[in-house]
Nanobody, 124 residues
């Protein structure tokens, strides 16, 4: 059984919205920070947003600020990425990742549990 699973991706027109979900299976992960990364075809994986375990602090990439919102519900063992005003350049595989570091990180190395990813495609 996968430790972490993403869902909610799909095909949407530019200007549309999607809500990605990330669900984990272990109670211990409710104490982990959660981040979303994305990887477009032919590009390096890049940071999108992160939230600390208590949902007290969030950080965003510049490209996400104002359009994407990260949240979490530890009772549901889940985190979410609400995406609005989507653009074709948002097209990518979106990955959820968990990490136990004291501080939120924008780097891959700050997270040690990864999901398989969910495809988001934004048509123009």
């Amino acid at each position: 059984q996968a430790q972490l699973a993403e869902s909610g991706g799909g095909l949407v027109q530019a200007g549309g919205s999607l809500r990605l979900s990330c669900t984990w299976s272990e109670l211990a992960y409710t104490m982990y920070n959660v981040a979303w990364f994305r990887q477009a075809p032919g590009m390096e994986r890049e940071f999108v947003a992160a939230i600390d375990w208590a949902a007290l602090k969030t950080i965003y990439a510049d490209a996400a600020e104002g359009r994407l919102t990260i949240s979490r519900d530890n009772i549901q063992y889940s985190a979410y990425l609400q995406m609005t005003s989507l653009k074709p350049e948002d097209t990518a595989i979106y990955y959820c990742a968990l990490g136990a570091a004291d501080q939120l990180s924008t780097l891959d190395g700050g997270y040690n549990v990864w999901g398989q990813g969910t495809q988001v495609t934004v048509s123009s």
